[in-house]
Every structure is written in structure tokens, then in C-alpha cells.
């Protein structure tokens, strides 16, 4: 029964280490996104590549609230 004990607790510890790897990335603010349409439109694109993985991250969230934001100052114009 140790065996996999060890086992499950190796797998939940790599788990857990790639998870956080995967974070490395700084978290930008939606006010960021909107002021930087180059770096928001790759997010975007990044995003709606794989979005199982990335929809969920801040980052994501923050890209396209930004470009909503992007685009009403844009229409009051």
C-alpha cells in the first residue's frame, strides 16, 4: 500500500509543479490590454487557439475585457 501512496503523492507533486511552471507568465490588468493593441491582440489570438487550456487565465479574461473597453472608447469617438 506505501508503494502507492509515494506513488500518487510523486504524481500530485508534478501536477502541482507543472501547474505553477505553466503560471510564469505576468498577469496584466484589463487597463494594460486596452492601452497595448499589439500585446492584447496576440493574447486574443492565443487564447482562441487552445481555449480549454488559456480561456480561463487572467490573462485571457483581462485581453478580452480590454478590447471590449478598447472598442467602446473607440465607437464614442
Known amino acids: 500500500m506505501r508503494p502507492i501512496i509515494q506513488s500518487f ?4 507533486a ?3 509543479a507543472f501547474t505553477l ?7 496584466r490588468t ?3 490590454y486596452k492601452e497595448h493593441e499589439k500585446e492584447r491582440k496576440a493574447k486574443l489570438q492565443e487564447c482562441a487557439n ?3 487550456e488559456h ?9 478580452g475585457l ?3 473597453q478598447a472598442l467602446t472608447e473607440a ?3
Open 50 to 52: 487552445n481555449p480549454s
Open 66 to 68: 480590454g478590447e471590449i
Open 9 to 12: 503523492a510523486l504524481v500530485f
Open 30 to 32: 484589463v487597463e494594460w
Open 21 to 27: 511552471s505553466a503560471c510564469s507568465e505576468p498577469t
Open 55 to 63: 480561456m480561463a487565465t487572467p490573462n485571457c479574461t483581462n485581453a
Open 14 to 16: 508534478t501536477g502541482i
Open 75 to 77: 465607437m464614442r469617438k
